[in-house]
Every structure is written in C-alpha cells, then in structure tokens.
C-alpha cells in the first residue's frame, strides 16, 4: 500500500513537471547537449570547408596555369617579336628601363675614363639590354595571358564546389547564423563599423586604387588611372549608400545594434 502511494505520488511528480516544463517550453538537458554538439560538428565542417574551398581554388588557378594554360598559350603565341607586349602601358616601360640603362652607361662613363664606351660597345650593350628585356617582358605577357584564362578556371571550379557540396554550404550559413545570434549588439556594430571602413571608408580610396592596380598588372591589362579614379569615386559611394540601407532595413539586427552603428559611426 506505501510502495503503491509513493509510485503514485512520483507519477503525478513527473506528470507535472512534465506539464510545468511544455509550458515554459524550457528544453531539457539531453536537448541542450544535443544542441552544443550540433553546433560544434557545423562549425567543424564550416570551418573545414571554407579552407578547403579557398586551398582547393588557389591551387587549381596556379596548376592549370602552370599545366594546361600556359603550354597552349606558349605554342600559340610562339617566339614573334609583335608578340612580346599586350599592352602599350608594358611597352613604355620597358623603352623607359632601356633608356635608364643607356643614361646610366654615360653617367659611369663621365664619372670614370676606364668606363668610357665606344659607340661599337655602347651599341653591344644596349643590345643585349633590349634581348633581356624582350624575354622578361614575353614571359610577363605570357604570365598576365595565363592569369586571365587559370582565374577564369578558379573561379568555375569554386562555383561548381558550392553548388556541389549543399550540406557544407548550410553548414557555413547555420555558422554565420550562430555567430550573429551569440555576438552582442556592440561587437555587431563594432564589425559592422570595421568592415564598411575597410570597404567604402574615407581612407579606403588608396586600398582600392592599390587593389585595382595589382589587378591591371595581374591581368595584363593596362591601368587607366582616369577610369580607376572614377571607379573609386563612384562604386564605394554606391556600396555604402546600399550597406547601410540594408544595415536599417535589417530584421536580422536588433535597433540597439543599428543605434549603436549610428552612433558609433559618427
């Protein structure tokens, strides 16, 4: 009879307390450690991902470039002199560096009598000069050719990856879900603030102008200065105007963050 109301007494207990739980909607504590391991595993396999991803793209730009790209550029462009520079930019320097070069072999020659040069060896060095520069400049053109064709590789075979690899790609954005829902408003619009600066910031005129340089150069095109002051003077205006459209229209950011980023952005 006593087992039997103590049997009965932890029924009701439990029912209860099941009742009490399903009511605050309070999650158990196997469901919480289920919740802990689900997100460390996602953001193992985001983590992993995303340096597989860039590994895999970096690495397919230089091997197809190196195995596939170049061998077929360097069969086709051949050994033709009218070949040797692709734009005008890469001509002008290299009549620049001859010119310095023969400018310095006059300069040691006023300097020092025992470098004074016939105009038979004057002749003999500018011409071994130019051969130089004629195959450094090939193999620079030949290089910015591969580089056009190896980035459009890259860029394939890291669009195929994403769009392959579904399960990876949800893991990556349930990581950048989890690190907007634990960071606090401050850090929000502390990253916020950090990386607008970075992008369409007062001082971000000279990255840009640095970051489109180095492309020209990589991609053998010729850096018109005039077009790059006008990118520079338009697109950043235009991402900041939509950043912060987006950032005020966001549902995703509480309005303490979105004050906070107005403040702290003034």
Same mark, same amino acid.
């Given at each position: 009879?006593?087992?039997?109301?103590?049997?009965?007494?932890?029924?009701?207990?439990?029912?209860?307390?099941?009742?009490?739980?399903?009511?605050?909607?309070?999650?158990?504590?196997?469901? +919480?450690? /289920? $919740?802990?391991? %689900?997100?460390?595993? #996602?953001? =193992?396999?985001?983590?992993?991902?995303? !340096?597989?991803? @860039?590994?895999?793209?970096?690495?397919?730009?230089?091997?197809?470039?190196?195995?596939?790209?170049?061998?077929?550029?360097?069969?086709?462009?051949?050994?033709?002199?009218?070949?040797?520079?692709?734009?005008?930019?890469?001509?002008?320097?290299?009549?620049?560096?001859?010119?310095?070069?023969?400018?310095?072999?006059?300069?040691?020659?006023?300097?020092?009598?025992?470098?004074?040069?016939?105009?038979?060896?004057?002749?003999?060095?500018?011409?071994?000069?130019?051969?130089? +520069?004629? /195959? $450094?400049?090939? %193999?620079?053109?030949? #290089?910015? =050719?591969?580089?056009?064709?190896?980035? !459009?590789?890259? @860029?394939?075979?890291?669009?195929?990856?994403?769009?392959?690899?579904?399960?990876?790609?949800?893991?990556?954005?349930?990581?950048?879900?989890?690190?907007?829902?634990?960071?606090?408003?401050?850090?929000?619009?502390?990253?916020?603030?950090?990386?607008?600066?970075?992008?369409?910031?007062?001082?971000?005129?000279?990255?840009?102008?640095?970051?489109?340089?180095?492309?020209?150069?990589?991609?053998?095109?010729?850096?018109?200065?005039?077009?790059?002051?006008?990118?520079?003077?338009?697109?950043?205006?235009?991402?900041?105007?939509?950043?912060?459209?987006?950032?005020?229209?966001?549902?995703? !950011?509480?309005?303490?963050?979105?004050?906070?980023?107005?403040?702290?952005?003034?």
């Amino acid at each position: 009879m006593t087992e039997t109301k103590v049997g009965l007494r932890g029924a009701i207990g439990a029912t209860f307390s099941n009742i009490f739980k399903q009511r605050l909607n309070l999650p158990s504590e196997e469901d +919480l450690i /289920e $919740e802990e391991y %689900e997100t460390r595993d #996602n953001t =193992l396999i985001a983590v992993r991902f995303l !340096l597989t991803l @860039v590994m895999v793209t970096l690495v397919s730009q230089q091997v197809s470039k190196k195995i596939i790209v170049r061998p077929i550029i360097d069969h086709l462009r051949g050994n033709d002199i009218s070949e040797i520079f692709i734009n005008a930019e890469m001509k002008e320097e290299a009549f620049n560096e001859l010119r310095f070069y023969e400018q310095s072999l006059r300069f040691d020659g006023l300097l020092d009598d025992d470098l004074v040069l016939s105009q038979e060896e004057k002749e003999a060095k500018l011409a071994l000069k130019a051969a130089e +520069l004629s /195959e $450094e400049y090939r %193999e620079e053109s030949q #290089n910015a =050719l591969g580089n056009r064709f190896a980035d !459009l590789i890259a @860029v394939a075979i890291c669009f195929l990856m994403t769009k392959i690899y579904g399960d990876e790609m949800y893991a990556v954005s349930q990581l950048w879900r989890t690190l907007l829902r634990t960071m606090s408003d401050s850090a929000k619009a502390f990253v916020l603030i950090l990386s607008t600066d970075i992008f369409v910031g007062f001082h971000s005129a000279h990255g840009w102008e640095v970051a489109l340089d180095w492309l020209a150069h990589h991609l053998g095109v010729a850096a018109d200065h005039a077009l790059i002051f006008l990118f520079i003077a338009t697109v950043p205006v235009i991402l900041d105007t939509i950043i912060k459209y987006g950032i005020f229209q966001s549902d995703q !950011l509480s309005s303490s963050t979105v004050a906070s980023f107005k403040e702290m952005n003034h």
